[in-house]
């Protein structure tokens, strides 16, 4: 069933339940409230005839139906009497009640009113004891005819009111709903054109209620998420293309022009030499990628306590070979820290930063590589001596694929993937990177990780 009509069903069912509900309370209490008029008129009547009997000797007794208390339609009621003896026998009846027969003045209480029958004509009857006559009582009774027709009419006219208010209810209803999810349909419009592929689809707003209007700009503003997202992808794989041919270009280049004649030793060695770098380009890249796109799609917790210093001095081992080569001398000052995360992930970081470190120093110059506690955050920070990040390159740095124009022009070993790569771990361990804009001399990247509840171990 469409959301349109279930709503327009529920708020009728509402509105039949209230109407409902409200209406037959409001017969039933004024029932009850004509009802106790009638029985205080007739035990007031009752009395006054049980006195006026009380002082008159039981043989000059006589019970006259008529006139009785004014009735609802201003008429005098019939009345309805009867005196029974002691043992029961009625002793004296008015003319109303020799059609009928009459209840046991026994089974009854005093001064409780019941409902009494007498050929078709309903009833309210009393039975009391008549005073200075112990042994007699009174059955009294006044018609509930008029309180009847009431009832009915009441409850004839409530039952028309409840039609004709759930008909008005389920109209406005209707309307009313149909205004509000004619904009439903727009938004749900936009979202299928999103979902078939057309980001450019958007919902037309043009209504005033401010809850449609903000639900219309979310949707809009996430499917212009969305289109950078898929945008963002696109150059993701393009750039990814890229850097793939480039390497493999290289090697089949290289692989055909060493076949194309009969080489020596020496110039096949070359040519395998050149094979190789174009095969360790391809191979950095692929694990690159596969870093990037592992690190992306984790979600398992970080729970296993890692011990910082340590993944600090083995990623500076392994870079140490790199370090001699380029004459850079790495010295690393670490405080004893422990963080929640994965070790493996963390020694990556710390290598991609002491590799771009070791890339960019001068000759003769050292990188630091600190770690400290400062309030609640973990700081691990790879320093260098070399020119350092221009600042308009601060942010760009760390998407995938950019390098700097330099960079990029000296087709260096990488392929900009590393500071992403460094990127997404930090996010995924609840830190973050950033360069130190306020280091001078070098670039300063720092890696800022929450510090665990009751995990660290004092240096
Ligand atoms: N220590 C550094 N000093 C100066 N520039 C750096 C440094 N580290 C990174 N960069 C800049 O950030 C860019 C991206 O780094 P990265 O993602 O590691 O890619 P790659 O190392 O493959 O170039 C580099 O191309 C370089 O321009
Ligand atoms: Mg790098």
Excluded at 3 to 31: E, P, Q, Y
Excluded at 115 to 132: K, M, V, W
Excluded at 246 to 254: K, N, V, W
Excluded at 357 to 368: C, D, Q
Aim: glycine share 6%.
């Amino acid at each position: 069933m469409k959301f349109r009509n279930r709503l327009t069903l529920a708020l009728t069912a509402t509105t039949v339940l209230t109407f409902g509900t409200a209406f037959a309370a409001v017969s039933i209490i004024v029932h009850r409230s004509e009802q106790r008029e009638l029985e205080e008129a007739v035990l007031e009547t009752a009395r006054g005839e049980a006195r006026e009997l009380s002082v008159i000797p039981p043989e000059h007794w006589q019970l006259s139906e008529e006139p009785g208390p004014a009735g609802d339609d201003e008429k005098p009621l019939r009345r309805f009497a009867a005196i029974f003896s002691d043992n029961g026998n009625v002793v004296l009846k008015t003319k109303s009640f020799y059609a009928c027969p009459l209840p046991d003045p026994l089974a009854h209480d005093f001064r409780a009113a019941f409902n009494l029958d007498c050929e078709g004509t309903p009833l309210r009857a009393i039975i009391i004891r008549i005073p200075s006559h112990p042994g007699q009582r009174l059955l009294f009774a006044l018609p509930r005819v008029q309180l009847e027709a009431d009832s009915a009419f009441l409850g004839r006219t409530m039952a028309m009111a409840l039609i004709a208010g759930i008909a008005a209810a389920a109209a406005v209803t209707f309307v009313i709903v149909r205004q509000l999810t004619r904009q439903h349909d727009f938004i749900a419009d936009a979202a299928r054109t999103v979902a078939a592929g057309d980001l450019g689809a958007r919902v037309k707003i043009g209504s005033d209620d401010e809850d449609i209007v903000q639900l219309a700009s979310d949707v809009n503003e996430m499917i212009v998420r969305l289109g950078l997202l898929v945008s963002s992808q696109q150059r993701f794989v393009a750039y990814a293309a890229h850097e793939l041919r480039s390497p493999i270009t290289a090697l089949y280049g290289e692989l055909q022009l060493a076949t194309r004649k009969e080489r020596t030793k020496d110039e096949y060695r070359q040519a395998i030499g050149e094979a190789l770098d174009s095969a360790r380009r391809l191979k950095t890249l692929a694990e690159d990628l596969l870093a990037l796109a592992r690190v992306g799609a984790e979600t398992e917790p970080l729970r296993s306590p890692v011990q910082l210093r340590k993944v600090v001095e083995q990623a500076a081992s392994e870079v140490t070979l790199a370090a001699s080569e380029h004459k850079v001398t790495i010295s690393v000052t670490c405080a004893d820290v422990t963080v929640d995360g994965r070790a493996r992930d963390l020694g990556r970081v710390v290598r991609n930063l002491l590799d771009n470190a070791i890339r960019h120093s001068p000759e003769g110059t050292n990188v630091t590589v600190g770690l400290d506690l400062s309030g609640s955050l973990v700081k691990l920070w790879v320093q260098d001596e070399g020119p350092g990040v221009p600042p308009g390159d601060r942010d760009r740095i760390f998407e995938p694929f950019y390098r700097s124009a330099k960079d990029h022009d000296q087709d260096g070993p990488g392929a900009g993937l590393g500071l992403a790569i460094v990127q997404e771990i930090a996010k995924s361990h609840g830190g973050r990177i950033f360069v130190d804009t306020e280091s001078e001399g070098g670039a300063r990247f720092v890696l800022e990780l929450p510090v665990p509840q009751q995990e660290e171990v004092p240096a």
